[in-house]
T-cell receptor, first 114, second 112 residues
């Protein structure tokens, strides 16, 4: 089955700096890669996703890149703000449209300091 | 807005008790999921359901069962709770043909 590795486990950046979280996956059949943000006391929330037919996707201050050959994808947050502090999870699955299973990474705790 | 609700935020049970965790979604989603979240292990899928009365095992189904009698409700059952089932339990739903899952706030279960 799919295995997703996520690094780093913790990340501390100063407000205004950029943050990068990296994930690798094992199953070359995976074609959908979402990212979730989990704030304290809440369930994870989908913030951005990418499908294997594109290499990069942006949404305001966040972007995700995908390298299918190397089987890795990354989350980039620019101009970080204190409200970006949370735990971030990457995930991978073979298909976005069936009752397929997401395999999650182990999470990255991002702390944005003033 | 999609809303996924879970019956309890915090629950304390004794070893050997039968435990029911309830999840309700209000957006007519076909797919529903139960995960457990443990530090350093991320989210692990216990069971999922893609239709009423249908269920599929996830990665860690041992010690758990599920019930989906109505489309909006997905229940997780611990037949005989054990201390190693102390965890955060997250329910999620997703409509058919879509990508993102919507999570509930979670139930932190402690088994003593």
């Amino acid at each position: 089955g799919e295995n997703v590795e996520q690094h780093p486990s913790t990340l501390s950046v100063q407000e205004g700096d950029s943050a990068v979280i990296k994930c690798t996956y094992s199953d070359s059949a995976s074609n959908y890669f979402p990212w979730y943000k989990q704030e304290l006391g809440k369930g994870p929330q989908l913030i951005i996703d990418i499908r294997s037919n594109v290499g990069e996707k942006k949404d305001q201050r966040i972007a995700v890149t995908l390298n299918k050959t190397a089987k890795h994808f990354s989350l980039h947050i620019t101009e970080t703000q204190p409200e970006d502090s949370a735990v971030y999870f990457c995930a991978a699955t073979e298909s976005a449209h069936t009752a397929s299973k997401l395999t999650f990474g182990t999470g990255t705790r991002l702390q944005v300091t003033l | 807005d999609v809303k996924v609700t879970q019956s309890s935020r915090y629950l304390v049970k004794r070893t050997g008790e039968k435990v029911f965790l309830e999840c309700v979604q209000d957006m007519d989603h076909e797919n529903m999921f139960w995960y457990r979240q443990d530090p350093g292990l991320g989210l692990r899928l216990i069971y999922f359901s893609y239709d009423v009365k249908m269920k599929e095992k996830g990665d860690i189904p041992e010690g758990y069962s599920v019930s989906r009698e109505k489309k909006e409700r997905f229940s997780l059952i611990l037949e005989s709770a054990s201390t190693n089932q102390t965890s955060m339990y997250l329910c999620a739903s997703r409509p058919a043909g879509a990508s993102g899952q919507y999570f509930g706030p979670g139930t932190r279960l402690t088994v003593t």
